[in-house]
Protein backbone atom coordinates (compact mmCIF):
# COMPACT_ATOMS: atom_id res chain seq x y z
CA UNK A 1 0.00 0.00 0.00
CA UNK A 2 0.94 3.62 -0.95
CA UNK A 3 0.75 6.63 1.32
CA UNK A 4 -2.31 8.73 -0.74
CA UNK A 5 -1.21 12.18 -0.24
CA UNK A 6 -3.92 14.61 0.73
CA UNK A 7 -4.09 18.11 -1.31
CA UNK A 8 -5.40 20.73 -0.03
CA UNK A 9 -8.72 20.85 -1.65
CA UNK A 10 -8.96 18.10 0.87
CA UNK A 11 -8.67 19.10 4.09
CA UNK A 12 -10.97 22.11 3.03
CA UNK A 13 -13.67 19.78 2.46
CA UNK A 14 -13.14 18.42 6.28
CA UNK A 15 -12.86 21.74 7.42
CA UNK A 16 -16.32 22.29 5.78
CA UNK A 17 -17.74 19.76 8.66
CA UNK A 18 -16.14 21.76 10.89
CA UNK A 19 -17.87 25.14 9.60
CA UNK A 20 -21.13 23.74 8.81
CA UNK A 21 -21.12 22.89 13.00
CA UNK A 22 -20.58 26.53 13.68
CA UNK A 23 -23.20 27.42 11.85
CA UNK A 24 -25.39 25.00 13.51
CA UNK A 25 -24.50 25.98 16.71
CA UNK A 26 -25.00 29.53 15.92
CA UNK A 27 -28.29 28.70 14.37
CA UNK A 28 -28.88 26.97 17.56
CA UNK A 29 -27.72 29.99 20.05
CA UNK A 30 -25.57 26.93 21.72
CA UNK A 31 -22.62 29.92 21.82
CA UNK A 32 -19.81 27.76 21.05
CA UNK A 33 -19.48 28.86 17.35
CA UNK A 34 -16.96 31.11 18.19
CA UNK A 35 -14.56 28.93 20.33
CA UNK A 36 -15.23 26.30 17.78
CA UNK A 37 -13.56 27.92 15.11
CA UNK A 38 -10.65 29.34 17.00
CA UNK A 39 -9.60 25.90 18.20
CA UNK A 40 -10.19 24.68 14.51
CA UNK A 41 -7.90 27.64 13.36
CA UNK A 42 -5.51 26.98 15.82
CA UNK A 43 -5.09 23.41 15.25
CA UNK A 44 -4.26 24.65 11.44
CA UNK A 45 -2.02 26.80 12.49
CA UNK A 46 -0.36 24.35 14.77
CA UNK A 47 -0.20 21.65 12.82
CA UNK A 48 1.01 22.96 9.78
CA UNK A 49 3.94 24.57 11.69
CA UNK A 50 4.97 21.11 13.66
CA UNK A 51 4.87 19.44 10.43
CA UNK A 52 7.12 21.86 9.02
CA UNK A 53 9.63 21.91 12.25
CA UNK A 54 9.73 18.20 12.69
CA UNK A 55 10.19 17.92 9.34
CA UNK A 56 13.18 20.02 10.23
CA UNK A 57 13.98 18.48 13.20
CA UNK A 58 14.19 14.71 11.98
CA UNK A 59 16.87 15.08 9.79
CA UNK A 60 19.37 16.28 12.62
CA UNK A 61 20.36 14.83 16.12
CA UNK A 62 20.61 17.99 18.32
CA UNK A 63 20.22 16.63 21.95
CA UNK A 64 19.93 19.88 23.23
CA UNK A 65 17.64 21.27 20.84
CA UNK A 66 15.05 18.68 21.16
CA UNK A 67 15.57 19.21 24.99
CA UNK A 68 14.42 22.53 24.80
CA UNK A 69 11.32 21.62 22.21
CA UNK A 70 10.61 18.70 24.71
CA UNK A 71 10.45 22.06 27.23
CA UNK A 72 8.78 24.06 25.27
CA UNK A 73 6.01 21.66 24.85
CA UNK A 74 6.14 21.16 29.17
CA UNK A 75 5.54 24.35 29.91
CA UNK A 76 2.91 24.96 26.46
CA UNK A 77 0.83 22.20 28.67
CA UNK A 78 1.52 23.26 32.13
CA UNK A 79 -0.28 26.49 31.42
CA UNK A 80 -3.25 25.01 29.36
CA UNK A 81 -3.82 23.28 32.89
CA UNK A 82 -3.55 26.12 34.82
CA UNK A 83 -5.98 28.01 32.25
CA UNK A 84 -8.41 25.39 32.56
CA UNK A 85 -8.69 25.25 36.84
CA UNK A 86 -11.63 27.10 37.66
CA UNK A 87 -9.91 27.59 41.06
CA UNK A 88 -5.81 28.08 40.47
CA UNK A 89 -3.56 27.78 42.86
CA UNK A 90 -1.96 31.36 44.06
CA UNK A 91 1.53 32.23 42.91
CA UNK A 92 3.69 29.09 41.57
CA UNK A 93 1.98 26.79 42.84
CA UNK A 94 -0.34 27.33 39.96
CA UNK A 95 1.67 26.13 37.31
CA UNK A 96 3.97 24.44 39.19
CA UNK A 97 1.32 21.75 40.71
CA UNK A 98 0.27 20.47 36.90
CA UNK A 99 3.43 21.03 35.09
CA UNK A 100 5.67 19.58 37.55
CA UNK A 101 3.20 16.20 37.55
CA UNK A 102 3.26 16.27 33.98
CA UNK A 103 7.37 16.43 33.80
CA UNK A 104 7.48 13.02 36.37
CA UNK A 105 4.82 11.29 34.42
CA UNK A 106 5.36 12.08 30.83
CA UNK A 107 8.97 12.57 30.48
CA UNK A 108 10.11 9.26 32.75
CA UNK A 109 7.79 7.23 30.61
CA UNK A 110 8.81 8.22 27.50
CA UNK A 111 12.36 7.71 28.36
CA UNK A 112 11.87 4.65 29.80
CA UNK A 113 9.39 3.58 26.29
CA UNK A 114 12.76 4.78 24.13
CA UNK A 115 15.30 2.89 26.33
CA UNK A 116 13.71 -0.21 27.00
CA UNK A 117 10.91 -0.97 25.04
CA UNK A 118 11.47 0.72 21.14
CA UNK A 119 15.44 0.39 21.62
CA UNK A 120 15.94 3.42 19.17
CA UNK A 121 19.64 4.52 18.96
CA UNK A 122 20.11 7.35 20.04
CA UNK A 123 17.80 7.05 22.43
CA UNK A 124 16.72 11.13 21.09
CA UNK A 125 16.06 10.12 18.02
CA UNK A 126 13.80 12.85 17.18
CA UNK A 127 11.25 10.85 14.68
CA UNK A 128 10.32 9.13 17.90
CA UNK A 129 11.08 10.79 21.34
CA UNK A 130 8.73 14.20 19.54
CA UNK A 131 5.79 12.05 18.93
CA UNK A 132 5.68 9.95 21.91
CA UNK A 133 6.11 12.95 24.11
CA UNK A 134 3.70 14.97 22.33
CA UNK A 135 0.87 11.86 22.46
CA UNK A 136 1.34 11.54 26.47
CA UNK A 137 1.89 14.93 27.81
CA UNK A 138 -1.07 15.47 25.65
CA UNK A 139 -3.42 12.88 27.27
CA UNK A 140 -1.73 13.07 30.93
CA UNK A 141 -2.45 16.99 30.23
CA UNK A 142 -6.02 16.31 29.91
CA UNK A 143 -6.33 13.96 32.68
CA UNK A 144 -4.00 16.34 35.26
CA UNK A 145 -6.41 19.10 34.05
CA UNK A 146 -9.40 17.68 35.00
CA UNK A 147 -8.67 15.79 38.65
CA UNK A 148 -7.02 18.92 39.57
CA UNK A 149 -9.91 20.83 38.91
CA UNK A 150 -12.32 18.46 40.62
CA UNK A 151 -10.50 18.15 43.62
CA UNK A 152 -9.88 21.97 43.89
CA UNK A 153 -13.58 22.43 43.41
CA UNK A 154 -14.65 19.76 45.73
CA UNK A 155 -12.90 21.09 48.37
CA UNK A 156 -14.72 23.92 47.99
CA UNK A 157 -17.89 22.89 48.35
CA UNK A 158 -17.43 20.54 50.88
CA UNK A 159 -15.83 22.74 53.19
CA UNK A 160 -17.78 22.42 55.54
CA UNK A 161 -17.61 18.50 55.44
CA UNK A 162 -13.65 18.40 55.61
CA UNK A 163 -13.46 20.86 58.59
CA UNK A 164 -16.19 18.94 60.08
CA UNK A 165 -13.58 15.75 59.89
CA UNK A 166 -10.91 17.87 60.71
CA UNK A 167 -12.59 18.98 63.95
CA UNK A 168 -13.32 15.25 65.39
CA UNK A 169 -9.31 14.81 65.36
CA UNK A 170 -8.96 13.30 61.89
CA UNK A 171 -5.41 14.23 60.33
CA UNK A 172 -5.92 16.19 56.78
CA UNK A 173 -5.39 12.99 54.76
CA UNK A 174 -8.16 10.99 56.26
CA UNK A 175 -10.25 14.79 55.89
CA UNK A 176 -9.77 14.72 52.18
CA UNK A 177 -9.56 11.21 51.26
CA UNK A 178 -13.31 11.15 49.71
CA UNK A 179 -12.56 14.23 47.70
CA UNK A 180 -8.72 12.80 46.58
CA UNK A 181 -10.52 9.60 45.38
CA UNK A 182 -13.16 10.75 43.33
CA UNK A 183 -10.89 13.52 41.76
CA UNK A 184 -8.09 10.88 40.76
CA UNK A 185 -11.50 8.52 38.94
CA UNK A 186 -12.61 11.75 37.16
CA UNK A 187 -9.43 11.93 35.51
CA UNK A 188 -8.78 8.50 34.98
CA UNK A 189 -11.82 7.24 33.76
CA UNK A 190 -11.12 8.78 30.22
CA UNK A 191 -8.66 6.61 29.73
CA UNK A 192 -10.15 3.52 31.26
CA UNK A 193 -13.16 3.88 29.02
CA UNK A 194 -10.93 4.27 25.72
CA UNK A 195 -8.91 1.01 26.61
CA UNK A 196 -12.26 -0.76 27.16
CA UNK A 197 -13.83 -0.04 24.47
CA UNK A 198 -10.80 0.43 22.04
CA UNK A 199 -11.32 -1.60 18.60
CA UNK A 200 -14.99 -2.81 19.09
CA UNK A 201 -16.78 0.83 19.29
CA UNK A 202 -13.51 2.91 18.45
CA UNK A 203 -10.43 2.80 15.99
CA UNK A 204 -8.47 5.25 18.13
CA UNK A 205 -7.26 7.50 16.47
CA UNK A 206 -3.34 6.94 16.02
CA UNK A 207 -4.00 3.48 14.76
CA UNK A 208 -6.42 5.07 12.16
CA UNK A 209 -4.10 7.38 10.84
CA UNK A 210 -1.11 4.79 10.66
CA UNK A 211 -3.96 2.44 8.83
CA UNK A 212 -4.64 5.18 6.52
CA UNK A 213 -1.10 6.29 5.83
CA UNK A 214 -0.03 2.24 4.96
CA UNK A 215 1.11 0.62 7.81
CA UNK A 216 0.20 -3.47 8.18
CA UNK A 217 -2.81 -3.42 10.59
CA UNK A 218 -0.89 -5.86 12.91
CA UNK A 219 1.74 -3.64 13.60
CA UNK A 220 -0.52 -0.24 13.95
CA UNK A 221 -2.13 -2.55 16.85
CA UNK A 222 0.72 -3.34 18.07
CA UNK A 223 2.09 0.64 18.31
CA UNK A 224 -1.91 1.47 19.22
CA UNK A 225 -1.15 -0.82 22.47
CA UNK A 226 1.90 0.53 23.18
CA UNK A 227 0.49 4.04 23.53
CA UNK A 228 -2.58 3.17 25.02
CA UNK A 229 -0.72 1.57 27.96
CA UNK A 230 1.80 4.34 28.12
CA UNK A 231 -1.17 7.10 28.24
CA UNK A 232 -2.81 4.76 30.82
CA UNK A 233 0.07 5.05 33.10
CA UNK A 234 0.76 8.62 31.91
CA UNK A 235 -2.00 9.69 33.03
CA UNK A 236 -2.54 8.04 36.27
CA UNK A 237 0.75 8.47 37.81
CA UNK A 238 0.47 12.12 36.40
CA UNK A 239 -2.95 12.93 37.86
CA UNK A 240 -1.82 10.69 40.84
CA UNK A 241 1.22 13.09 41.82
CA UNK A 242 -1.02 16.13 41.13
CA UNK A 243 -3.98 15.35 43.19
CA UNK A 244 -1.36 14.33 45.94
CA UNK A 245 0.81 17.57 45.65
CA UNK A 246 -2.81 19.14 45.23
CA UNK A 247 -4.29 18.10 48.16
CA UNK A 248 -1.31 18.75 50.36
CA UNK A 249 -0.76 22.22 49.41
CA UNK A 250 -4.68 23.01 50.46
CA UNK A 251 -3.58 22.10 53.92
CA UNK A 252 -0.84 24.16 56.19
CA UNK A 253 1.41 22.43 58.71
CA UNK A 254 -1.21 22.85 61.53
CA UNK A 255 -3.65 20.81 59.30
CA UNK A 256 -5.58 23.42 58.61
CA UNK A 257 -8.00 23.40 55.54
CA UNK A 258 -6.39 26.87 53.64
CA UNK A 259 -9.10 27.58 50.89
CA UNK A 260 -7.46 30.86 50.90
CA UNK A 261 -4.63 29.67 48.78
CA UNK A 262 -6.72 29.08 45.76
CA UNK A 263 -7.90 31.84 43.73
CA UNK A 264 -11.11 31.45 41.44
CA UNK A 265 -10.98 32.31 38.13
CA UNK B 1 -6.98 23.85 82.66
CA UNK B 2 -6.84 25.56 79.67
CA UNK B 3 -4.70 28.70 79.24
CA UNK B 4 -5.11 30.98 76.33
CA UNK B 5 -2.10 34.01 76.26
CA UNK B 6 -2.41 36.59 73.47
CA UNK B 7 -3.83 34.47 71.16
CA UNK B 8 -4.78 37.08 68.40
CA UNK B 9 -4.62 36.51 64.53
CA UNK B 10 -5.69 39.40 61.92
CA UNK B 11 -9.26 39.52 62.07
CA UNK B 12 -9.35 39.70 66.27
CA UNK B 13 -7.55 41.58 68.84
CA UNK B 14 -5.42 39.75 71.72
CA UNK B 15 -7.42 37.11 73.66
CA UNK B 16 -6.21 35.89 77.53
CA UNK B 17 -8.44 33.30 79.63
CA UNK B 18 -7.81 30.70 81.65
CA UNK B 19 -10.07 27.84 83.03
CA UNK B 20 -9.58 25.07 85.27
CA UNK B 21 -11.40 21.03 84.84
CA UNK B 22 -15.36 21.57 85.34
CA UNK B 23 -15.61 25.06 84.13
CA UNK B 24 -18.35 26.82 81.98
CA UNK B 25 -16.71 29.89 80.67
CA UNK B 26 -19.43 31.85 78.37
CA UNK B 27 -18.74 34.36 75.75
CA UNK B 28 -20.83 37.44 74.76
CA UNK B 29 -20.64 39.40 71.51
CA UNK B 30 -22.77 41.18 68.88
CA UNK B 31 -22.63 39.45 65.61
CA UNK B 32 -19.67 40.15 63.73
CA UNK B 33 -17.50 40.61 66.75
CA UNK B 34 -15.99 37.81 66.30
CA UNK B 35 -17.07 34.86 68.59
CA UNK B 36 -16.61 32.16 65.91
CA UNK B 37 -13.36 33.44 64.91
CA UNK B 38 -11.94 32.99 68.58
CA UNK B 39 -13.32 29.61 68.57
CA UNK B 40 -12.24 28.15 65.81
CA UNK B 41 -8.81 29.75 66.40
CA UNK B 42 -8.69 27.79 69.78
CA UNK B 43 -9.47 24.90 67.61
CA UNK B 44 -6.16 25.83 65.06
CA UNK B 45 -8.67 25.88 62.17
CA UNK B 46 -7.35 29.26 60.93
CA UNK B 47 -4.05 30.89 60.90
CA UNK B 48 -3.28 32.19 64.47
CA UNK B 49 -0.77 33.41 67.00
CA UNK B 50 -0.27 33.06 70.54
CA UNK B 51 0.51 30.38 73.48
CA UNK B 52 -1.80 28.24 74.32
CA UNK B 53 -1.78 24.96 76.66
CA UNK B 54 -3.95 22.28 78.02
CA UNK B 55 -2.79 20.79 81.49
CA UNK B 56 0.37 22.62 81.14
CA UNK B 57 1.36 20.83 77.70
CA UNK B 58 1.84 23.73 74.72
CA UNK B 59 -0.48 23.51 72.02
CA UNK B 60 2.52 23.43 69.60
CA UNK B 61 3.79 20.50 71.06
CA UNK B 62 0.68 18.58 70.00
CA UNK B 63 -0.32 17.59 66.83
CA UNK B 64 -2.78 19.62 65.21
CA UNK B 65 -5.14 16.88 65.02
CA UNK B 66 -4.46 15.74 68.34
CA UNK B 67 -5.17 19.33 69.82
CA UNK B 68 -8.70 19.04 68.53
CA UNK B 69 -9.32 15.65 69.15
CA UNK B 70 -8.88 17.25 72.99
CA UNK B 71 -10.16 20.79 72.40
CA UNK B 72 -12.83 20.09 70.03
CA UNK B 73 -14.98 22.91 68.65
CA UNK B 74 -18.88 22.39 67.59
CA UNK B 75 -19.93 24.84 65.55
CA UNK B 76 -23.81 26.07 64.81
CA UNK B 77 -23.99 24.39 61.65
CA UNK B 78 -23.60 20.77 61.67
CA UNK B 79 -21.74 18.94 58.41
CA UNK B 80 -22.01 14.92 57.96
CA UNK B 81 -19.57 12.68 55.43
CA UNK B 82 -21.02 9.72 55.45
CA UNK B 83 -24.74 8.25 54.98
CA UNK B 84 -26.12 7.02 58.00
CA UNK B 85 -26.09 8.96 61.23
CA UNK B 86 -23.76 5.48 63.06
CA UNK B 87 -20.74 5.74 60.30
CA UNK B 88 -19.88 8.64 62.30
CA UNK B 89 -19.33 7.63 65.63
CA UNK B 90 -16.13 5.65 66.67
CA UNK B 91 -17.84 3.66 70.12
CA UNK B 92 -20.74 1.85 69.88
CA UNK B 93 -22.21 3.08 73.53
CA UNK B 94 -23.65 6.32 72.66
CA UNK B 95 -26.99 6.98 74.64
CA UNK B 96 -29.14 8.47 71.65
CA UNK B 97 -32.14 9.03 74.26
CA UNK B 98 -30.04 11.58 76.97
CA UNK B 99 -31.20 14.18 74.14
CA UNK B 100 -34.47 12.57 73.10
CA UNK B 101 -33.14 10.72 69.90
CA UNK B 102 -34.33 7.38 69.33
CA UNK B 103 -32.57 4.41 70.28
CA UNK B 104 -32.73 3.40 66.03
CA UNK B 105 -30.94 6.47 64.81
CA UNK B 106 -27.47 5.28 64.27
CA UNK B 107 -29.28 3.04 61.35
CA UNK B 108 -30.93 6.60 59.60
CA UNK B 109 -29.89 8.60 56.90
CA UNK B 110 -28.23 12.02 57.51
CA UNK B 111 -30.99 13.35 54.80
CA UNK B 112 -33.60 11.96 56.71
CA UNK B 113 -32.73 14.26 59.98
CA UNK B 114 -34.55 17.79 60.90
CA UNK B 115 -31.74 20.61 61.73
CA UNK B 116 -32.53 20.30 65.29
CA UNK B 117 -31.53 16.19 65.35
CA UNK B 118 -28.38 17.19 63.78
CA UNK B 119 -27.47 19.87 65.87
CA UNK B 120 -27.90 17.36 69.08
CA UNK B 121 -26.47 14.70 67.07
CA UNK B 122 -23.41 17.01 66.52
CA UNK B 123 -22.63 17.62 70.09
CA UNK B 124 -23.00 13.92 70.78
CA UNK B 125 -20.60 13.37 68.18
CA UNK B 126 -18.35 16.13 69.41
CA UNK B 127 -18.24 14.20 72.90
CA UNK B 128 -17.69 10.77 71.29
CA UNK B 129 -14.11 10.84 71.35
CA UNK B 130 -13.88 12.47 74.68
CA UNK B 131 -12.82 15.62 74.41
CA UNK B 132 -11.24 17.74 77.10
CA UNK B 133 -12.14 21.29 76.36
CA UNK B 134 -15.45 21.61 74.25
CA UNK B 135 -15.73 24.51 71.83
CA UNK B 136 -19.58 25.67 71.66
CA UNK B 137 -20.92 28.29 69.06
CA UNK B 138 -24.50 28.90 69.81
CA UNK B 139 -25.49 25.41 69.75
CA UNK B 140 -29.15 25.75 71.11
CA UNK B 141 -29.99 28.90 69.24
CA UNK B 142 -31.94 26.23 66.47
CA UNK B 143 -33.73 23.69 69.43
CA UNK B 144 -36.89 24.28 71.58
CA UNK B 145 -36.74 25.13 75.50
CA UNK B 146 -37.05 21.40 75.52
CA UNK B 147 -34.14 20.38 73.78
CA UNK B 148 -32.07 23.07 75.00
CA UNK B 149 -32.41 22.53 78.39
CA UNK B 150 -31.48 18.90 77.58
CA UNK B 151 -28.25 20.05 75.93
CA UNK B 152 -27.36 22.14 79.35
CA UNK B 153 -27.86 19.43 81.60
CA UNK B 154 -25.68 17.04 79.73
CA UNK B 155 -23.34 19.68 79.39
CA UNK B 156 -23.63 19.64 83.10
CA UNK B 157 -23.00 16.52 83.98
CA UNK B 158 -19.72 16.60 81.32
CA UNK B 159 -18.90 19.55 83.65
CA UNK B 160 -19.27 17.40 86.75
CA UNK B 161 -17.05 14.47 85.42
CA UNK B 162 -14.30 17.66 84.61
CA UNK B 163 -14.75 18.92 80.91
CA UNK B 164 -14.17 21.97 80.13
CA UNK B 165 -16.46 24.38 78.63
CA UNK B 166 -16.16 27.79 76.45
CA UNK B 167 -19.82 28.69 75.44
CA UNK B 168 -20.93 31.52 72.84
CA UNK B 169 -24.15 32.55 74.04
CA UNK B 170 -26.66 34.93 72.55
CA UNK B 171 -29.27 33.72 75.37
CA UNK B 172 -28.53 36.05 78.11
CA UNK B 173 -30.51 33.46 81.08
CA UNK B 174 -28.47 30.45 79.65
CA UNK B 175 -25.33 32.39 79.88
CA UNK B 176 -26.39 33.12 83.79
CA UNK B 177 -27.50 29.10 84.31
CA UNK B 178 -24.17 27.69 82.78
CA UNK B 179 -21.31 30.36 83.47
CA UNK B 180 -18.78 29.91 85.65
CA UNK B 181 -16.96 33.09 84.34
CA UNK B 182 -18.53 35.43 81.47
CA UNK B 183 -16.57 37.47 78.94
CA UNK B 184 -17.54 39.65 76.30
CA UNK B 185 -16.12 40.40 73.23
CA UNK B 186 -16.11 43.96 71.31
CA UNK B 187 -14.18 46.21 69.62
CA UNK B 188 -12.15 47.07 72.36
CA UNK B 189 -11.16 43.58 73.06
CA UNK B 190 -12.08 40.39 75.26
CA UNK B 191 -13.19 40.99 78.92
CA UNK B 192 -14.63 40.48 81.91
CA UNK B 193 -18.45 40.72 81.87
CA UNK B 194 -19.25 43.46 84.39
Known sequence: MELISLSVLDLSLAACLVVLLAILSWHLQLGLQKTLIIAASRSVIQLTLLGLVLKQLFQQSSLPLIGLISLIMLTVAGYEVMARQGKKFSGWWGMGIGTSSMFLSSFSITLLALFTIINVDPWYTPQYLIPLLGMLLGNTMNGIAVSLNNLTTTAHTQKGQIEARLIQGHTWQEAITHIRREALKSGLIPIINSMTTAGIVSLPGMMTGQILAGSPPMEAAKYQLLILFMIAAGTGLGSLAAVWIGSARLFDERQRLRLDRLKSG | ?????????????????????????????????????????????????????????????????????????????SFWWHTRVG???ESNDTDWSILGLSQQIAEWQISRLSSGERQRLALLRALDHKPKVLLLDEVTANLDEENTLKVEALIKSCLQQGLIVIWVSHDKAQRKRMADQSFVIDETGFHKEA
Request: aromatic share 8%; charged share 20%; hydrophobic share 40%.
Open chain 2, 1 to 77: MISVKNLHSALFNPVNFEAAQGQCLCIYGESGSGKTLLLRAIADLDPNEGSLALDNQARSNIGADQWRRQVTYLPAE
Open chain 2, 87 to 89: EHF
